[in-house]
C-alpha cells in the first residue's frame, strides 16, 4: 500500500517509554500529527499497562477492542472507566469474533 508506514516494536521508542516526560511524549505526537494524516496506536489492553492509560488522554480518540464470549462485561466496563478517568475521549467499540449461533435464516426472518 503506498504511503503507508508501519512502525513495529515501538515499545523501545521514546513515546512507549514511561521514563520520557508527559511533555516530551505530547511534543512527539504534535510531530507525528504535522507530518501524518492518520497515526493509529494498538496499545496493550489497558487494565495491563501503564503506558495505555498515559497516552489515552493525548490521542484524538480511543477505540476499545472486545473479544466476543471472551471479554467480560465488567472488564470492558473498567477498561471505559479507566481511559474517561484519564480524559481519554471513547468513540467506539470494535466486537471481534463474533459467532453466530442462531442460523442466518432466522435472522433475516427476524
Same mark, same amino acid.
Not at 489497558?46 to 476499545?64: C, E, F, Q
Not at 465488567?74 to 442462531?102: C, E, K, N
Given at each position: =500500500?503506498?504511503?503507508?508506514?508501519?512502525?513495529?516494536?515501538?515499545? %523501545? +521508542? &521514546?513515546? %512507549?517509554?514511561?521514563?520520557?516526560? $508527559? &511533555?516530551?511524549? @505530547?511534543? =512527539?505526537?504534535?510531530?507525528?500529527?504535522? @507530518?501524518?494524516? #492518520? #497515526?493509529?496506536? /494498538?496499545?496493550?489492553?489497558? %487494565?495491563?499497562?501503564? /503506558? &495505555?492509560?498515559?497516552?489515552?488522554? =493525548?490521542?484524538?480518540?480511543? $477505540? /476499545?477492542?472486545? @473479544?466476543?464470549? *471472551?471479554?467480560?462485561?465488567?472488564?470492558?466496563? @473498567?477498561?471505559?472507566? +479507566?481511559?474517561? &478517568?484519564? %480524559?481519554?475521549? $471513547?468513540?467506539?467499540?470494535?466486537?471481534?469474533?463474533? *459467532?453466530? *449461533? #442462531?442460523?442466518?435464516?432466522?435472522?433475516?426472518?427476524?
Amino acid at each position: =500500500m503506498p504511503l503507508l508506514w508501519v512502525s513495529r516494536q515501538a515499545t %523501545g +521508542s &521514546a513515546l %512507549g517509554s514511561l521514563r520520557t516526560p $508527559i &511533555a516530551q511524549s @505530547r511534543q =512527539m505526537l504534535e510531530r507525528l500529527n504535522q @507530518r501524518f494524516d #492518520i #497515526i493509529l496506536i /494498538l496499545s496493550p489492553p489497558i %487494565g495491563n499497562s501503564h /503506558l &495505555a492509560r498515559r497516552l489515552s488522554p =493525548m490521542v484524538d480518540a480511543n $477505540i /476499545l477492542v472486545a @473479544r466476543a464470549e *471472551h471479554t467480560r462485561a465488567p472488564v470492558a466496563a @473498567r477498561m471505559r472507566d +479507566s481511559i474517561l &478517568a484519564s %480524559g481519554g475521549d $471513547i468513540v467506539g467499540l470494535v466486537l471481534t469474533g463474533r *459467532h453466530f *449461533h #442462531i442460523p442466518q435464516v432466522i435472522y433475516r426472518w427476524l
